[in-house]
Nanobody
């Protein structure tokens, strides 16, 4: 079993920046893909960004491309999401997730483990 814990959320004004971190603990898997999803009240869970173990594959949703950057430090078992130029529509709970099969899927059902989430609120 793998545990994922997100941190770094908070309240920020539009145009500001936040950096989210995800720490993995417990049993780990070889070459897992890590991703960030988000979910706003009354909306479906939405893919945000993903990166494979080696860093050779990254993916972003169109809504965040150019503003968000995913990174990982495998030695520290952490994944980060740098969020710049935040917009009110970015307001959501952000979740870290792990796809142990590294399929490249952006579908939430493909991901095996999830963190508890961290709240990001962007004011107008």
């Amino acid at each position: 079993q793998v545990q994922l814990v997100e941190s770094g959320g908070g309240l920020v004004q539009a145009g500001g920046s936040l950096r989210l971190s995800c720490a993995a603990s417990g049993r780990t898997f070889t070459n897992p893909t890590m991703a960030w999803f988000r979910q706003a009240p009354g909306k479906e869970r939405e893919f945000v960004a993903a990166m494979n173990w080696s860093g050779t594959y990254t993916a972003y949703s169109n809504s965040v491309k150019g503003r968000f950057t995913i990174s990982r430090d495998n030695a520290e078992n952490t994944v980060s999401l740098q969020m710049n130029n935040l917009k009110p529509e970015d307001t959501a709970v952000y979740y870290c997730a792990c796809d142990k099969l590294s399929t490249g899927s952006q579908y939430y059902g493909q991901f095996d483990y999830w963190g508890q989430g961290t709240q990001v609120t962007v004011s107008s």
